[in-house]
């Protein structure tokens, strides 16, 4: 993101498969799945992936990735909590605009990624028709998002936008245009789509368009 052993150091009795916080070498055998469901999803989409496919993929063995993880979505949703804790954080330039184009640009390198995009794109479509995956999917996004609140909470002590913005709600209208083009409109993703989404972003929140 080599064969492991279920219920080795950092498995919890009771815990939900796939969502507890392991060490040694369970974090390896953690890592490869990941790693090797990351790369199925992208290439096979939700539809294809199979934990037996994984499993060969990371050299791990089928009744460790069934025991550990159960189904499919308790895969990506342990996937998607990796992804979230593993994710560049965010820019402190001293400068709204400054530090929404570079989550812009950010979300548009992810998303025109040959692995990420279409993993994300994978993930976004499963989400749709299987609650697990959908409840993970809003997790990550919360991560994300509440990691770059600071940056609109940090402009509102600076002075450059009204007490009261509601950071998050200005964080997701940054990314909102970007996802639209990679879902619905198939219109370029690229650095002036990012740069104009940041400025949009920035105007409204100055304007007091956020203001709770």
């Known amino acids: 993101m080599g064969d492991g052993v279920v219920g080795a150091a950092g498995d919890a009795e009771g815990a939900e498969p ?16 990941l790693r090797a469901a990351g790369d199925a999803l992208a290439e096979q ?35 998607l909590t990796d992804m979230a ?21 950010l ?14 794109t994978a993930v976004i479509a499963a989400a749709t028709c299987d609650t697990r995956t959908a409840q993970a999917l ?24 009204p007490t009261g913005t509601d950071a998050a709600e200005v964080i997701r209208a940054v990314s909102a245009p970007l996802y639209y083009r990679l879902l ?13 989404a940041a400025e949009a972003a920035a105007v409204a929140a100055r304007a007091g368009v956020y203001v709770t």
């Open 45 to 79: 989409g939700f539809d294809g992936l199979d934990l037996a496919d994984v499993a060969r993929r990371a050299e791990v063995g089928k009744t460790t990735v069934y025991r550990r993880w159960s189904t499919t979505a308790g895969l990506v949703a342990d996937l």
């Open 107 to 120: 979300v548009v390198r992810t998303l025109t990624d040959p692995r990420q995009g279409a993993l994300f």
């Open 184 to 196: 619905a409109s198939g219109d370029p993703l690229d650095d002036a789509a990012a740069d104009r």
């Open 85 to 105: 804790e593993q994710s560049v954080p965010r820019t402190d330039t001293g400068s709204l605009e400054e530090d929404l184009r570079a989550n812009a640009r």
């Open 138 to 161: 809003h997790h990550f996004y919360a991560v994300r998002v509440k990691e770059w609140s600071g940056c609109v909470d940090a402009a509102v002590e600076r002075g450059e936008l």
């Open 18 to 33: 796939g969502m507890v916080r392991p060490g040694g070498r369970t974090a390896r055998v953690r890592e490869a799945v």
